[in-house]
């Protein structure tokens, strides 16, 4: 790994830190899976990221909660073809935020 994409890395976490001093690890990976491929259930996402079921669901609550400083980042859906799946997509604040933490290591990765 180069220097540089060292540089991207902690620039990237002290985006994230922005949002919350405490922005866990775990909230910016399900955000990165759901940006990826969005409207998929909580199921999918515990497999995608390797967490838990449980933790999965109380992180998509804070992610979708307004009383969180990272809330109000996705939303969830209930499908209307299988009615106890719910899907989770991204806000436009979420998106946005995503496009932000994205654009911040394409501009590291150009200088």
């Excluded at 073809?81 to 604040?93: D, H, V």
Aim: aromatic share 4%; charged share 20%; hydrophobic share 40%.
């Amino acid at each position: 790994m180069t220097r540089e994409n060292y540089g991207s890395l902690v620039r990237l976490l002290q985006n994230l830190r922005r949002i919350d001093p405490e922005f866990p690890i775990q909230y910016a990976l399900c955000l990165a899976e759901i940006a990826q491929a969005e409207g998929l259930s909580l199921t999918d996402l515990a497999r995608r990221t390797g967490i838990c079921l449980s933790t999965i669901s109380r992180i998509v609550a804070a992610l979708s909660g307004s009383r969180s400083p990272a809330g109000g980042l996705v939303k969830v859906n209930f499908s209307p073809q299988e009615l106890r799946r719910k899907e989770i997509y991204l806000t436009p604040a979420g998106a946005n935020l995503v496009r932000q933490l994205l654009r911040s290591l394409e501009q590291r990765s150009a200088a």
